[in-house]
């Protein structure tokens, strides 16, 4: 806790922010203070001791860091189709490309200056708040679609150890806009704790595709939070790619503010060795006529631990309400663990509201009916697991990127 | 409306609301060293037993009640409370049913309580508690034959120490969580019993709980102890009288199943909920636990939960012996201010366990209900097996129902499977009632009926038309 100080006055001194700015994360520092990092007896992270976890995977965690930009690891790109870049190098934002955009209609902003009245959500936004060192806010103007995606590269480089990293980034649609967005890991560092903050404001008749892609195997510890605002008839559809870190945890929440607006979050865990990720999912329907679908595929290997927790809230306000949730898991070595919490909570009573969950081995007989027709043990498994992960994947309705995750996970056609 | 109307009209909702005036022998109010004592010593118990019971409070000194349920309810105030209530006629006791005071008779035959000649007719021995003190045992003699022990707590403690003393505190420890630990330290009585070897039990065991006297908490212990090969099915039916206090009731009940035993535990519950505004009412904070101790064993749960003003419990397994395995069956509505917060916990320990829960929860007028479970499966339970079925019905839009399971599996050869569905009952399916001629109350009970059907159905026969009529009574007013 005494670096966590110290740190916290040099990201201070470092950044020049205003007054207002500085009370703000003086404000959200001691609510991080107050909490710490969270460990198993907060509800939320029953199944992940974070606490722990940073302790014996980190040895002195550092909060600040005064890296110089090195060379940026070009493997890392995505060459396979033309798209816009925002890329954070070690934290730092490095390149901003919007070549293929109208700049009148796409605005970028990255004062860090904010003095919001955000009230508290948990410790580690708070942390987020009061050191984060690059922030970008992307603004899609009225009636305007991208003509191609946006990556957000978070590259970071083999001389980052053992440092905490915040992020932040902010998206607003504004009505009738759309924007398919890839949020891509390119970890080449170790034991880091990498923590991610976004924010998304959807206007009327707007469309966000939200693909997070976290696929390269790493020693570091991530978590990211995302929000999201939907209004009238707009449209969130989220796709989590969860196999590269040590730990990773992805937690969503998303309000259904306002009439016929719908949430789509599917996912898969895909893990090896003593991985453990978790999904944490809040769905608010807020209003009338909202629907939100939900599908998370976890396939566990040797020692890996899998985690999924999802919650489908329904307003009394909030009739006509669909809400739909399943989560599978495959638990293929003896020294896995699958944990879930799927929870309702509704006080509407016109509504069609379900979840199921299920975990288990691969189906004998499945295996059976493949070899029986010549295919080897080894294949028939892989098969049936391919056939597992590709319910989700198929659920990208955005053709290349739903190639590019299926190329990542090693399906071939 | 005069105070008299006034009181008619509650009645008429509660059919179990009177009171008795009988003479009540009570130990000094508070929670302290020498009530317990006091309890302990004017029911005769040996030195171990209130050691015992000491012991619990002790530890019960460094707990804290918890807090992270879902109905939250105003600070018990547990130095407020009588400890020990009985009717002052049992201070001799009396030898046979006949030397009963008569008041007491009345009170059950206004519950419908088969004490005698029902008994008889109906099968079922009947063990009635009366706020704190285990008023008769019916059957006594035919059970005896088969070396059945069906006794109150007290009497067991006296007459058996050795099975006592073996097997309570087995599957709830002194040291588990608040309310188990109070009733540790200050259990009043309750129903015992023991089937010996490969003994398959003639009739339905059955205990009535009723909370009569005023500030009085109610803390009754049942033990349930099923030998090898032996089978039991056992009932438990609860009401209190209409106050304007919240009353407590904090038992614990523990069941053990030896090597290819069954337990059927069933239960009615139908405490005092409250008026209409969510005044009074029983506060239901009860610890139920079985332990299928032996290889092919099986518990069951069942239970009608339609009454209290807040259920809290969670009747659970505990599934250590190879392929044993264990059931839930619930059926929780929840009318007015009412609150329920309950489910069941499953643990496999043992291989090839195999457990199942069906759970129906119906909400209307201002209620919350809330089923809440987890199933676990350890490193070594290999080929366990679980299947959970929550569904809720929703009347109206100020009512909530919510579904809150844990799941957690550490064996890749087992195989979880949850489900859950949230609905309302359908335009069309009313509409289709009413025009058979059935009227609203009469088509809403039907179909509630329908959906409960699957829990129903596995309540013992004499039961299982009381509880039909209470899912009916229960929803009174709630549609239309």
Not at chain 1, 168 to 196: A, M, P, Q, W
Not at chain 1, 393 to 411: R, S
Not at chain 2, 329 to 335: E, L, V
Not at chain 2, 382 to 401: E, H, I, P, V, Y
Request: net charge neutral.
């Amino acid at each position: 806790m005494e670096q966590l100080k110290v740190d916290f006055d040099k990201v201070i001194e470092s950044l020049k922010l205003s007054r207002e700015s500085i009370n703000f994360r003086k404000k959200n520092f001691n609510q991080f203070i107050n909490n710490g990092f969270p460990n198993k007896r907060v509800e939320d992270w029953k199944f992940s001791d974070l606490n722990q976890i940073i302790s014996s995977n980190i040895e002195n965690l550092r909060f600040y860091t005064d890296l110089e930009l090195g060379e940026t690891d070009e493997s890392t790109f995505i060459d396979k189709f033309a798209h816009n870049k925002i890329i954070f190098l070690n934290g730092i934002i490095s390149k901003v490309d919007f070549s293929f955009e109208d700049d009148s209609k796409v605005l970028i902003t990255n004062d860090l200056n904010q003095n919001e009245t955000s009230k508290e959500v948990n410790p580690l936004v708070s942390l987020n708040n009061a050191l984060v060192a690059s922030y970008i806010r992307v603004t899609v103007k009225e009636n305007y679609s991208l003509n191609k995606p946006l990556i957000i590269y978070n590259i970071t480089t083999k001389k980052l150890k053992s440092t905490t990293i915040n992020l932040k980034t902010d998206i607003v649609l504004e009505k009738n806009s759309s924007l398919k967005l890839i949020n891509l890991c390119g970890d080449n560092s170790e034991n880091n704790f990498i923590n991610i903050v976004q924010n998304f404001d959807i206007s009327q008749d707007a469309i966000l595709k939200n693909y997070k892609i976290d696929h390269k195997k790493n020693s570091n510890i991530k978590y990211s939070y995302n929000n999201i605002n939907l209004e009238k008839n707009s449209i969130s559809e989220n796709f989590i790619f969860s196999t590269g870190s040590k730990f990773m945890k992805n937690e969503i929440n998303c309000n259904l503010n306002d009439k016929y607006s719908s949430a789509f979050i599917n996912g898969i865990i895909n893990l090896t060795n003593s991985q453990h990720h978790e999904i944490k999912t809040n769905i608010n329907h807020l209003a009338e006529n909202t629907k939100s679908y939900q599908l998370i595929k976890s396939v566990l290997n040797d020692n890996a631990k899998g985690i999924y927790q999802g919650k489908i809230y329904v307003d009394s306000k909030a009739q006509k309400t669909n809400g739909y949730q399943l989560s599978k898991a495959l638990l293929l070595s003896e020294n896995t663990e699958f944990d879930g919490k799927p929870e309702l909570e509704i006080y509407a009573d016109d509504v069609k509201c379900s979840h199921g969950a299920t975990s288990g081995n691969l189906d004998e007989d499945a295996i059976f009916y493949l070899m029986s027709r010549g295919l080897s043990n080894q294949q028939s498994k892989e098969l049936l697991i391919n056939g597992f992960l590709l319910d989700a994947v198929e659920k990208i309705t955005d053709i290349e990127i739903k190639d590019l995750i299926k190329k990542m996970i090693g399906i071939v056609e | 409306m005069d105070a008299r109307e006034k009181e008619i009209e509650k009645l008429k909702d509660y059919k179990y609301g009177f009171s008795t005036d009988i003479e009540n022998t009570r130990a000094p109010k508070g929670l302290n060293e020498e009530v317990i004592k006091f309890i302990s010593n004017i029911k005769k118990e040996p030195k171990w037993m209130l050691d015992w019971r000491l012991k619990a409070f002790e530890r019960l000194k460094q707990l804290k009640e918890p807090n992270w349920q879902k109905p939250k309810y105003p600070k018990i105030d547990y130095q407020g409370l009588y400890y020990y209530s009985a009717p002052k006629s049992m201070d001799d006791k009396p030898k046979s049913l006949d030397e009963l005071d008569p008041k007491l008779l009345e009170t059950y035959k206004k519950l419908g309580i088969p004490l005698q000649e029902q008994a008889r007719l109906n099968g079922i021995a009947v063990d009635a508690v009366f706020d704190s003190v285990s008023v008769a045992t019916t059957f006594k003699g035919e059970l005896n034959k088969k070396g059945i022990i069906f006794c109150s707590m007290s009497e067991a403690i006296r007459e058996h120490p050795e099975l006592v003393k073996k097997y309570l505190g087995s599957v709830i420890p002194l040291t588990d969580h608040y309310f188990a630990t109070l009733n540790s330290a200050v259990f009043t009585d309750g129903s015992f019993v023991y089937i010996p070897e490969g003994v398959r039990c003639p009739m339905e065991l059955s205990t009535y709980f009723r909370i009569n006297a005023t500030e009085t908490g109610q803390f009754e212990r049942t033990l349930i102890i099923a030998d090898k090969g032996s089978y039991v099915s056992y009932l438990e039916g609860c009401t209190a009288p209409m106050r304007d206090e919240n009353q407590l009731h904090a038992a614990n009940v523990e069941l053990i199943a030896l090597d290819d035993a069954e337990i059927k535990y069933s239960t009615v519950q139908n405490w005092y909920p409250g008026d209409k505004d969510g005044v009074g009412g029983i506060y239901n904070f009860v610890t139920k636990r079985g332990l299928c101790k032996g290889k092919n064993s099986k518990i069951s749960w069942t239970q009608v939960e339609t009454g209290s003003a807040i259920t809290w419990k969670y009747p659970s397994c505990i599934l250590k012996g190879d392929n044993s395995v264990g059931e839930f069956y619930s059926i929780a509505i929840t009318n007015n201010h009412q609150k329920a917060d309950t489910g069941t916990k499953m643990i496999h320990l043992g291989k090839n366990t195999k457990s199942k829960i069906i759970s129906k929860g119906i909400s209307a007028g201002f209620a919350d209900n809330t089923y809440r479970g987890l199933v676990d499966i350890a490193r070594n339970a290999d080929n366990a097996r679980n299947f959970t079925q929550c569904d809720s019905l929703l009347m109206g839009n100020k009512c909530g129902a919510h579904t809150v399971p844990y799941i957690k599996n550490k064996n890749s050869s087992s195989n979880i499977e949850h489900e859950a569905t949230t609905s309302k009952i359908s335009e069309e399916q009313l509409f289709y009632c009413n025009q058979r001629g059935l009227n609203q109350e009469e088509a809403v009970s039907l179909i509630v009926n329908g959906f409960c059907k699957e829990v129903l159905q596995q309540l013992p026969m004499e039961f299982a038309v009381e509880a039909q009529k209470l899912v009916g009574i229960s929803l009174e007013g709630s549609v239309g």
